[in-house]
């Protein structure tokens, strides 16, 4: 029973150097590190975000409102020509010949008054924005569509209503 014991205690220490003098020699030696199959083998790859190609435009929808009794920051709905837009209304990006790109839709409206005048103003970030076109053409809902440079849809878009 003892030779069992001994000869177990001997391998495993014999099998635990050898694997520490192979990690060693592998940081040493290339040819003697772990393969890429290893290493995944024994962990796997952190995984990253799919990327989305193109980039996000960013911007407001400016309306100008009248006679608005609304206070400063207060979630905002305009009324007669404009009277559809709403933090539901579809954003459409067009490229310079007039294809459909990408859209989105706006965020909550909200009302802001300054020096001049007020204003109903909507947010908006589409993604996946394709790069290329010289100029863009962004359309609120059925607003048509407003012509925007690539430098600017690259930065931030400012949309009159």
Known sequence: MRRIFIGITV???????????????GRRNPSLAPTAGAASAAAPAPTEAPSVPGFTMNGVFLVAVENSTLADGAHCRVDGLDADISDTTPVTVFDDAGHRLTGGYLEPGVFVSNPLGKECKWGFSIVAVPD??????????????????????????????
């Open 11 to 25: 391998g495993v220490v014999i099998a635990a150097t050898g694997v520490g003098v192979g990690i060693y020699l």
């Open 132 to 161: 290329g076109p010289a100029k863009y053409s962004v359309e609120v809902g059925t607003h048509g569509g407003q012509p925007v440079s690539s430098a600017t849809a690259h930065t931030w878009v400012v949309l009159n209503g």
